[in-house]
């Protein structure tokens, strides 16, 4: 089954639920999207966390960076791209609003897309990850 992994900087944790919830929302178009569900590891080891986070970055059809501010210089964001670049996951990035920061130094080369908060762009790139 087709999965997303949802990976965004522990301060944007507000955009990650708005993202959860709008994917969840049974009057859009999106309720049928799988997502990887998380716990919640901060204030355990950093193999711990690589622990839990490895298996479902590798079981994920697609990631999606949430892009703010600090996303740029997020350490376990840059770890978590290099998991999907090693598995030949495919990465999409949405911009949260009102935001500025750069892309992360993993991704700043690669063709990646990158789209708005906005319904209809967040639901082309994700339907182009499914092949729908």
């Given at each position: ?17 708005n ?18 569900e998380r ?12 622990d839990?986070?490895?298996p ?50 993993k991704?700043?080369?690669?063709e ?18 499914f092949?729908?």
């Open positions: 089954m087709a999965k997303i992994f949802i990976s965004y900087r522990d301060d944007d944790i507000e955009w990650r639920n993202l959860y919830s709008l994917l969840r929302n049974p009057e859009t178009e999106f309720q049928d999207v799988p997502i990887q716990e919640d590891y901060r204030g355990t080891s950093e193999r711990t966390i690589k839990y986070l490895r479902l970055i590798s079981d994920a059809s697609c990631l999606i960076l949430l892009v703010g501010n600090n996303t740029h210089n997020g350490w376990f964001l840059n770890w978590e791209i290099d998991v999907a670049i090693s598995r030949q996951i495919p990465i999409g990035a949405i911009r949260i609003p009102d935001t500025i920061g750069g892309l992360p130094p991704i700043k080369g690669m990646i897309p990158l789209v708005n908060w906005d319904n209809t762009e967040i639901k082309n790139m994700i339907d182009q990850f092949g729908r």
